[in-house]
């Protein structure tokens, strides 16, 4: 598969995949790895995160690391977070949002926790029943319509699930749980980059307003997670590749995930400490 370079430097070989996630966040905390786990934590962000009292993952769902380089000026609040610590990782096979989620919250490929869609049954261990088995509280934040609303609702400690099914409500619902149930770990899901590349592409006009408008709630976030000693890790569910279908007897150019491009999978991973995320709170955009 070719690779494409990324913005903080080349390519590395043998990249990890999405399994990675919940053993890092859960040996970050001190706590065993979730039964389906097929993957070991990555030392890099385990050595750099310390001991935090509390985590925050954001999914900037489908953007992946081409659509990063295309609009890297849009996001400064997240280029920030990549120039501190920066990796390029893969999703797993088929490159959905479901799947993936599934993934992050395991440790574990499709062939063992058995998702293909959203509305199926999530079976198997995860993340969130490791924190609370360990009296640790968890938060989901999401809209009502996203694959973690679905897959983790239940599971979590606290669900802060957007009705309106609006970006802007997951984030004030996410600043809300933060401040009144302090969970010590939270995973919450961007929509609004996917839904615009689904329309125009990953590289279409539109696409970096959709950037803007995240990376201005990632600072948000960043200055609320820094006021209580956190750390935080942002990376992408899967990228999106340009296709061209007919439209009113006109070609037109949409964004797509099947696995049949390298985009699809090459999703970008920051993440900043405790100390240094409070050093980009006071710059964020």
Wanted: charged letters at 20%; proline letters at 6%.
């Amino acid at each position: 598969m070719h690779l494409y370079l990324a913005l903080w430097g080349p390519t590395p070989m043998g990249l990890a995949d999405m399994r990675y996630h919940a053993p890092t966040v859960c040996e970050i905390f001190g706590l065993r790895n979730p039964q389906p786990c097929e993957a070991k934590a990555l030392r890099q962000i385990v050595e750099a995160m310390g001991h935090p009292r509390q985590m925050v993952t954001v999914v900037f769902d489908g953007f992946g690391t081409a659509a990063l380089e295309a609009h890297r000026q849009s996001c400064p609040n997240l280029r920030s977070m990549c120039n501190t610590h920066y990796l390029e990782i893969l999703s797993v096979r088929p490159p959905k949002t479901p799947v993936n989620f599934a993934t992050m919250a395991t440790g574990a490929s499709q062939r063992v926790h058995k998702i293909h869609e959203k509305t199926d049954p999530l079976d198997v261990e995860t993340l969130f029943q490791v924190f609370e088995e360990s009296g640790l509280s968890t938060c989901v934040a999401a809209r009502r319509t996203g694959s973690p609303a679905f897959l983790f609702s239940r599971r979590a400690s606290h669900a802060a699930i957007s009705q309106s099914n609006r970006d802007a409500e997951v984030l004030d619902l996410a600043l809300r749980a933060f401040s009144r149930h302090q969970p010590t770990f939270t995973m919450l899901q961007f929509l609004d980059i996917d839904e615009v590349e689904h329309e125009v592409g990953p590289f279409g006009r539109g696409v970096s307003g959709a950037v803007s408008e995240t990376d201005q709630r990632l600072g948000k976030l960043i200055r609320a997670v820094a006021a209580a000693a956190g750390t935080m890790m942002v990376l992408a569910d899967h990228g999106q590749h340009e296709v061209t279908v007919e439209q009113n007897g006109k070609p037109a150019t949409r964004g797509k995930h099947d696995g049949t491009s390298p985009q699809d999978f090459l999703v970008p991973l920051a993440w900043c400490n405790s100390e240094e995320l409070g050093l980009l709170a006071q710059s964020v955009v």
